[in-house]
């Protein structure tokens, strides 16, 4: 298999953004120190009690979508819709993004679905999911102004003084993301008229967009999204109690740094590295957490999160490597 020189770059710039990122944050860093905490100062029974959350986020997510096939007239297995999720999320560290088309590919080989029609109900997923993330950014917003504001006041920090603390290497690098977020839209914009060359694949995504209309239960639908989006914020929360430094942040503070940190794995690199840090890192910063703190925080969450993923990615691979094809017609027959 040949591989173009646009393809080699979509691998190796977000490797690169993220290393820059990341050394950019950590130069400088006390590695012995951080060795000492995560030894004596940190306590492994949270993180492990955060895992189940986040299988079943992907678990969450593909049991929604089965459900938004199925009005499409294809009803793949849900192990099988399940070892696709895990696998979107563990190719995704390699190339951003092409999780999304690759579960599509896998349900299309092994339990002969619609190709189009997956695509389209992976287009409807991520309105859907977009919806939320702004639904949590409002209440977030409205539920801290008077925090934000208690906290300039009580320790005499303007939010001018407090944007000043920032370095121009830190507005450096929060311009640099902003805009790859604005280049990822237009990228995706782009790759949605790869998919419409055809006039079938066209009417095949569009059918897939507005599956949900003809959902036999929306309820379930919503009961679907929202243990998605409980479940990613409640793997992240559940860290907080690893910590000393984050264990009495609360629920509301945690609640800050994932919406925020939501944004910032927008920027393509692989799971949000490098981005997410610096997000996470600065809303711990504004809760009173001291930087270094909060740089280790962020740094072994997203690394053993990370792992999870990997974990999960190849327990998909196996399990597919054992998983009999079904033809299209048994798979419309079956539930």
Known sequence: MRY???????????????????????????????????????????????FPFGISAQVFRALRWRQALAPLGDRPRLSTCIHAVFLSYFSSLIVPRVGEILRCGVLSRYEGTNLSHSVGTVVTERVVDMSMVLLFSLITVLTQIPVFMRFFRSTGVSMS??????????YLVTGLCLVLILLLIVFLLHRLNIFSHTKGALNGLMEGLLSVRHLKSPALFLVNTVGIWLSYYLHFYVTFYCFSFTENLGAVAALVAFVVGCFAVLVPTPNGAGPWHFAVKTVLVLYGVNAVSGALFALVVH???????????????????FTKRRNPIASSANE
């Open 161 to 170: 003084g407090f944007l000043q603390t920032f370095s121009a290497s830190g």
């Open 303 to 321: 690394t053993t999160q990370t792992l999870l993923i990997v974990v999960l990615g190849l327990y998909a691979l196996l399990a597919l490597a």
């Open 4 to 50: 173009n020189s646009k393809d080699i770059l979509k691998v190796v710039l977000p490797l690169l953004l993220a290393a820059a990122i990341l050394w950019w944050m950590y130069r400088g860093f006390k590695w012995d120190e951080m060795w000492t905490v995560l030894q004596t100062d940190m306590s492994w029974t949270w993180m492990l009690l955060s």
